[in-house]
Nanobody, 121 residues
């Protein structure tokens, strides 16, 4: 009913930049928060950045000042600009949207398929 399609990601050298984008589509009535998570093998998925419906943003401490999340409510998209990338940023990045579908009464989280970000020289 709801699809999240991610783009961006790839291999970049330390200090470089990447931009991730995510578009939500389907039977969407409204979207609450949209954000990005990441996960490395053997570790739990962690929140990287979130953009709430009220226009507030929140970031993982280790990415503050380097990553910027943006959102286009008209297009149901969210992006993550990642600058000054470090090897420890290497992970699979997942788009997340908390969505109320048409005819629904509650919000549920939906996930993208994940995109690999590798920071290495």
């Amino acid at each position: 009913q709801v699809q999240l399609v991610e783009s961006g990601g790839g291999l970049v050298q330390p200090g470089g930049s990447l931009r991730l984008s995510c578009a939500a589509s389907g039977s969407i009535f409204s979207i609450n928060a949209m954000g990005w998570y990441r996960q490395v093998p053997g570790k739990a998925r962690e929140l990287v950045a979130v953009y709430t419906s009220a226009g507030r943003t929140n970031y993982l401490d280790s990415v503050k000042g380097r990553f910027t999340i943006s959102r286009d409510n008209a297009k149901n998209t969210v992006s993550l600009q990642m600058n000054s990338l470090k090897p420890e940023d290497t992970a699979v990045y997942y788009c997340n949207a908390v969505v109320r579908i048409n005819g629904g009464t509650v919000y549920y989280p939906y996930w993208g398929q994940g995109t690999q970000v590798t920071v290495s020289s």
